[in-house]
């Protein structure tokens, strides 16, 4: 029999997907149902001082904080976040009222007037003083190590918000039955959304019953936002009697629900002149919005990350992560991530200029390798393959070529070196305490995991774990739907984590299973001994220890380690960047669903494409002031370019089959190989998206006979004048002067 | 209420139907609601992801932008009027042209408009109406190209040659000229796996 792992099997959910029959919540209608819209606030900030239903109320459902049986929060890490507003509100398309009524048009027809008074809102993270987290990692002695320095280098790196625009809106079906509520819809975390219903309605456990519908795609935006969703429906579900679809349009779910953080990360960092980092000192700023959401997790993971897939004996990071008046920003694929890889990547290409370095030699020289530690002094097992893909990558793209022949072109080439953590930071996992579950069925087994499919492969990829490790052929494995009332709590699918962590314990489910049937068939067993269900719950890794306080410790069980080349063109005239071509090596532990894989790291370059180039969300007043596809571009297939992968593994000792976290890596390195590929142009840009009307502004050495780095030795001559914004000083100054370029030798 | 309106009649998968539905009602919506057939889906509304793509007498449209009388006469194909059996179907299934697909039916559709053996010049601009957020295309023009070895042997399913697929809605730029693609065909015959 063959094996299904590393077998590109046809995927669980593929034939119902191409032939237009899953069901997403919005294809679901129920008898005497009605339909429900959330009336919304139009300040960032202010107290409400009258609310007056302009519409005749027959036939509606109206539903306030007031009719909140339990409590008015949405559950997370604090409980800030009120389910409605009551009194103040704290950010625009902050959610006010709830209507629900037969008739669509009706309801939308249905006008609420809400009188304000306003308050000064917070717009400016840099300038906002109420912080939600802060997170400080000290390693070594950064004093110590700047004086080791031949050269000290500064850099201020910006990213801006960035819409996951899954092509599926948010949406919720509530129906109200056996004295609680059952709740269908489009999300990611099944038991996040349970919780915050039973604390909402105050209803036990078992009156709340989550299912997922399919699900168009989550990127981190299905995470915590859902569990807003559902309470609403429920809440209007339980006060009519009736079942209540709630499900968002397009301009809705843009203007109200999460995004990526936008973030300032500042880096000063000391290098010998042979390329040796010295110290890193990097200050991480991170806009949260109006409430905390997942915002400390997300600061915690960009911090971790914010050194980048490089060795230093003296780091110091320092970040934070504020409130200002804008609608929540929360989980999007990567986490901080990259945001902060971003930073470190365009600084470590400022280095190279600064040097007269190659690029990728500089990495190589500092890249991390088994044995070295991280900044929270993790030692790295002989999995780290930061090396490995560097040199995949460069060496397939032609890179060091490509950047001799595009010299002097208006074509740029740029690379990014990064990794990713996979599962809960910490001891994150340890608390989930997850669990898997096996079922035995007359044919095969039954996968009962509250693992969700959103795109990504979930099913495929736990199928063939399951068949390996029981031996039997891949499609008797069933896979049961993501519903409360009948799979265990294994935790939220996020982080990089469902593959690694919720299929390491489905194969231990499968080991046990295998030696309990004895060699007897499925439907053999059941008729001899009854049913048989099998669960797991997590155990961390031997050695696997992490100090909350401190910052000290393994931080993530395993890293993914990847490399992106990305070309890019300039248009002369319109200062239009246009991706041309991307190279990409992803080193992956292993490869359970090999298509899968090369979908994840070619679907997370494209989404990362568009935070790098086109997707700016334009905030007005606190707002959204593009909340619609024609004016928020995201990459289609003109301006998503040819892509080469590789995957390369090596086994992660932990995971099944040696698997490592995938899913958010592909994500990470882009913005920063794209900015790289356009500073080789000559255009000094540290931030994204790199829109044209940036590229134009950016600055630049207008000589075309000038190299890459030379606007980095003509900023450091302007240092002597103390011109704004030196990046280097003057005692670099001196001593780069008197190094030849280098060469352009291995 | 709705017996006030004059019936709209087309042929939707084959099969005539007649329907008294608002005449400005969207294409989407008479579909979804009053047909049942929620393989077409909507994504944006305002004809831009192209996740309600249908053939409207063989071209690829978003049916979010049709009002229902412009339907009347016309050959509407949905998704579902492929049966599950159209040689695209399968190909996005096994080839990863499908994710999370939401995009798929639309997608599978405007491909379908482009005929059994296009371009890759021809499939970047057919399908620049249809967003995908997974795939990054990348598995979309695989699952294309599967499926042109794979009609090779049922050329009788060829579609008229004159459908280019073009929307009213299409999406905004054109690939700029100053700019030669660098790849006239369909890369992925050079992908290997290292």
Same mark, same amino acid.
């Given at each position: 029999?063959?094996?299904?792992?590393?077998?590109?099997?046809?995927?669980?959910?593929?034939?119902?997907?191409?032939?237009g029959?899953?069901?997403?919540?919005g294809?679901?209608?129920?008898?005497?149902?009605?339909?429900?819209?959330?009336?919304?606030?139009?300040?960032?900030?202010?107290?409400?001082?009258?609310?007056?239903?302009?519409?005749?109320?027959?036939?509606?459902?109206?539903?306030?904080?007031?009719?909140?049986?339990?409590?008015?929060?949405?559950?997370?890490?604090?409980?800030?976040?009120?389910?409605?507003?009551?009194?103040?509100?704290?950010?625009?398309?902050? !959610?006010?009222?709830?209507?629900?009524?037969?008739?669509?048009?009706?309801?939308?027809?249905?006008?609420?007037?809400?009188?304000?008074?306003?308050?000064? =809102?917070?717009?400016?993270?840099?300038?906002?003083?109420?912080?939600?987290?802060?997170?400080?990692?000290?390693?070594?002695?950064? %004093?110590?190590?700047?004086?080791?320095? %031949?050269?000290?280098?500064?850099?201020?790196?910006?990213?801006?918000?960035?819409?996951?625009l899954?092509i599926e809106p948010?949406? +919720?079906?509530?129906?109200?039955?056996?004295?609680?509520?059952?709740? &269908?819809?489009?999300?990611?975390? =099944?038991?996040?959304?349970?919780?915050?219903?039973?604390?909402? $309605?105050?209803?036990?456990?078992?009156?709340?019953?989550?299912?997922?519908?399919?699900?168009g795609?989550?990127?981190?935006?299905?995470?915590?936002? =859902?569990?807003?969703?559902?309470?609403?429906?429920?809440?209007?579900?339980?006060?009519?009697?009736?079942?209540?679809?709630?499900?968002?349009d397009r301009a809705?779910?843009m203007?109200?629900?999460?995004?990526?953080?936008?973030?300032?990360?500042?880096?000063?960092?000391?290098?010998?002149?042979?390329?040796?980092?010295?110290? +890193?000192?990097?200050?991480?700023?991170? %806009?949260?919005?109006?409430?905390?959401?997942?915002?400390?997790?997300?600061?915690?993971?960009?911090?971790?990350?914010?050194?980048? !897939?490089?060795?230093?004996?003296?780091?110091?990071?320092?970040?934070?992560?504020? +409130?200002?008046?804008?609608?929540?920003?929360?989980?999007?694929?990567?986490?901080?991530?990259?945001?902060?890889?971003?930073?470190?990547?365009?600084?470590?290409?400022?280095?190279?200029?600064?040097?007269?370095?190659?690029?990728?030699?500089?990495?190589?020289?500092?890249?991390?390798? =088994?044995?070295?530690?991280?900044?929270?002094?993790?030692?790295?097992?002989?999995?780290?393959?930061?090396?490995?893909?560097?040199?995949?990558?460069?060496?397939?793209?032609?890179?060091?070529?490509?950047?001799?022949?595009?010299?002097?072109?208006?074509?740029?080439?740029?690379?990014?070196?990064?990794?990713?953590?996979?599962?809960?930071?910490?001891?994150?996992?340890?608390?989930?305490?997850?669990?898997?579950?096996?079922?035995?069925?007359?044919?095969?087994?039954?996968?009962?995991?509250?693992?969700?499919?959103?795109?990504?492969?979930?099913?495929?990829?736990?199928?063939?774990?399951?068949?390996?490790?029981?031996?039997?052929?891949?499609?008797?494995?069933?896979?049961?739907?993501?519903? &409360?009332?009948?799979?265990?709590?294994?935790?939220?699918?996020?982080?990089?984590?469902?593959?690694?962590?919720?299929?390491?314990?489905?194969?231990?489910?499968?080991?046990?299973?295998?030696?309990?049937?004895?060699?007897?068939?499925?439907?053999?067993?059941?008729?001899?001994?009854?049913?048989?269900?099998?669960?797991?719950?997590?155990? !961390?890794?031997?050695?696997?220890?992490?100090?909350?306080?401190?910052?000290?410790?393994?931080?993530?069980?395993?890293?993914?380690?990847?490399?992106?080349?990305?070309?890019?063109?300039?248009?002369?005239?319109?200062?239009?960047?246009?991706?041309?071509?991307?190279?990409?090596?992803?080193?992956?532990?292993?490869?359970?669903?090999?298509?899968?894989?090369?979908?994840?790291?070619?679907?997370?370059?494209?989404?990362?494409?568009?935070?790098?180039?086109t997707?700016?969300?334009?905030?007005?007043?606190?707002?959204?002031?593009n909340a619609q596809l024609t004016n928020y571009i995201v990459p289609t297939t003109l301006d998503t370019?040819?892509?080469?992968?590789?995957?390369?593994?090596?086994?992660?000792?932990?995971?099944?089959?040696?698997?490592?976290? $995938?899913?958010?890596?592909?994500?990470?390195?882009?913005?920063?190989?794209?900015?790289?590929?356009?500073?080789?142009?000559?255009?000094?840009?540290?931030?994204?998206?790199?829109?044209?009307?940036?590229?134009?502004?950016?600055?630049?050495?207008?000589?075309?006979?000038?190299?890459?780095?030379?606007?980095?030795?003509?900023?450091?001559?302007?240092?002597?004048?103390?011109?704004?914004?030196?990046?280097?000083?003057?005692?670099?100054?001196?001593?780069?002067?008197?190094?030849?370029?280098?060469?352009?030798?291995? | 209420?709705?017996?006030?309106y004059?019936?709209i009649v087309f042929t939707l998968n084959g099969?005539?139907v007649?329907l008294?539905v608002h005449p400005l009602k969207r294409l989407l919506d008479v579909l979804r609601e009053d047909c049942?057939l929620t393989g077409t889906k909507e994504g944006c509304g305002e004809g831009e992801c192209g996740a309600c793509t249908v053939l409207v007498d063989g071209r690829a449209v978003n049916a979010c932008l049709v009002p229902a009388a412009q339907a009347a006469g016309a050959k509407v194909v949905t998704i579902e009027g492929l049966?599950?059996?159209h040689?695209l179907?399968?190909?996005?299934?096994?080839?990863?042209?499908?994710?999370?697909?939401i995009c798929t039916p639309g997608m599978i559709l405007a491909a379908a408009a482009l005929g059994p053996?296009p371009t890759m010049d021809e499939v970047r601009t057919g399908l620049a109406g249809n967003v995908c957020r997974?795939?990054?295309y990348?598995?979309v023009y695989?699952?294309i190209?599967?499926?042109?070895?794979?009609?090779?042997?049922?050329?009788?399913?060829?579609q008229k040659p004159e459908a280019t697929g073009r929307k009213p809605g299409a999406r905004r730029r054109a690939p700029n000229s100053?700019?030669?693609?660098?790849?006239?065909?369909?890369?992925?015959?050079?992908?290997?796996?290292?």
């Open positions: 029999m063959s094996r299904a792992v590393e077998r590109n099997v046809v995927r669980k959910d593929g034939a119902a997907k191409a032939a029959t899953a069901r997403y919540v294809d679901l209608a129920l008898p005497g149902m009605l339909h429900a819209r959330t009336v919304r606030s139009s300040i960032p900030c202010g107290d409400i001082t009258r609310l007056r239903l302009g519409f005749d109320t027959s036939g509606f459902t109206v539903v306030d904080a007031g009719d909140i049986p339990g409590r008015n929060v949405v559950p997370l890490i604090t409980d800030d976040q009120p389910c409605l507003a009551v009194g103040r509100v704290n950010h625009a398309a902050e !959610p006010v009222l709830l209507l629900a009524h037969e008739d669509r048009e009706r309801l939308l027809a249905a006008t609420v007037d809400i009188e304000y008074r306003p308050r000064e =809102p917070v717009f400016d993270a840099e300038r906002s003083d109420r912080v939600f987290k802060r997170v400080a990692i000290a390693k070594g002695d950064p %004093d110590e190590g700047f004086r080791h320095a %031949d050269v000290v280098i500064e850099g201020e790196y910006r990213t801006g918000h960035q819409e996951h899954y948010n949406g +919720m079906l509530a129906v109200p039955e056996n004295g609680g509520v059952t709740v &269908t819809g489009s999300l990611q975390c =099944p038991y996040y959304v349970h919780r915050a219903l039973t604390v909402l $309605l105050g209803l036990p456990a078992d009156k709340v019953r989550v299912v997922q519908a399919e699900t795609g989550g990127f981190g935006g299905k995470e915590e936002y =859902p569990s807003m969703i559902a309470g609403h429906a429920c809440l209007l579900a339980l006060k009519s009697g009736r079942p209540v679809k709630l499900v968002y809705e779910d203007l109200a629900t999460t995004k990526r953080h936008p973030s300032v990360v500042r880096h000063r960092t000391g290098v010998t002149r042979g390329g040796r980092l010295t110290a +890193m000192a990097i200050d991480v700023l991170m %806009d949260g919005g109006a409430y905390c959401t997942l915002s400390p997790v997300v600061l915690s993971r960009g911090c971790l990350h914010a050194t980048g !897939p490089y060795r230093c004996d003296h780091v110091r990071i320092d970040g934070r992560v504020v +409130m200002t008046n804008t609608p929540p920003n929360g989980a999007f694929r990567g986490f901080g991530a990259p945001q902060t890889q971003f930073a470190v990547e365009v600084q470590m290409e400022r280095i190279a200029e600064a040097l007269g370095m190659d690029p990728a030699r500089l990495r190589e020289i500092n890249a991390l390798r =088994p044995g070295d530690t991280t900044a929270t002094g993790q030692v790295l097992g002989d999995d780290a393959a930061a090396r490995e893909v560097l040199r995949s990558a460069v060496a397939r793209s032609g890179y060091r070529r490509k950047r001799r022949e595009y010299r002097g072109t208006n074509r740029g080439i740029g690379l990014s070196l990064f990794f990713h953590g996979a599962g809960f930071t910490g001891s994150g996992e340890v608390k989930l305490q997850s669990r898997a579950s096996l079922e035995l069925t007359p044919a095969g087994v039954r996968v009962l995991v509250a693992s969700t499919e959103i795109g990504q492969g979930q099913r495929t990829a736990h199928a063939q774990i399951v068949a390996d490790a029981l031996g039997i052929p891949y499609e008797r494995v069933e896979v049961a739907a993501a519903d &409360t009332a009948r799979v265990p709590d294994s935790g939220p699918t996020v982080a990089s984590r469902t593959t690694m962590v919720v299929g390491g314990l489905l194969k231990e489910c499968a080991a046990e299973m295998r030696k309990a049937l004895g060699g007897m068939t499925p439907a053999a067993y059941l008729r001899a001994h009854g049913p048989l269900v099998v669960t797991k719950q997590y155990e !961390p890794p031997p050695g696997l220890a992490w100090d909350d306080d401190t910052y000290r410790g393994s931080a993530y069980g395993s890293y993914g380690w990847a490399c992106d080349v990305i070309e890019v063109e300039r248009d002369p005239v319109t200062e239009e960047i246009r991706p041309v071509k991307v190279t990409s090596a992803h080193e992956v532990g292993k490869a359970i669903f090999p298509l899968g894989a090369r979908g994840q790291i070619e679907g997370g370059t494209a989404q990362g494409l568009g935070y790098a180039l997707e700016e969300v334009v905030m007005r007043g606190g707002a959204m002031a370019p040819p892509m080469d992968v590789v995957l390369l593994e090596k086994p992660y000792a932990h995971g099944p089959y040696g698997a490592k976290g $995938l899913g958010e890596m592909p994500f990470d390195g882009v913005a920063p190989a794209v900015v790289n590929a356009i500073r080789s142009l000559g255009i000094d840009l540290r931030e994204v998206p790199a829109t044209p009307e940036r590229v134009m502004a950016a600055a630049r050495i207008r000589d075309s006979r000038l190299r890459p780095g030379d606007h980095e030795r003509a900023s450091a001559r302007q240092a002597g004048f103390g011109i704004r914004d030196s990046s280097i000083t003057l005692r670099q100054r001196r001593r780069t002067a008197a190094r030849k370029p280098w060469t352009g030798r291995r | 209420m709705t017996a006030a004059r019936p099969r005539r007649s008294r049942g049966k599950g059996r040689p179907q399968r190909a996005f299934a096994e080839h990863g042209g499908a994710q999370c697909g053996r997974c795939t990054g990348e598995g695989r699952a190209q599967k499926q042109e070895a794979g009609s090779r042997k049922t050329e009788g399913r060829r100053r700019i030669p693609n660098p790849e006239p065909r369909i890369p992925m015959l050079r992908r290997r796996r290292t």
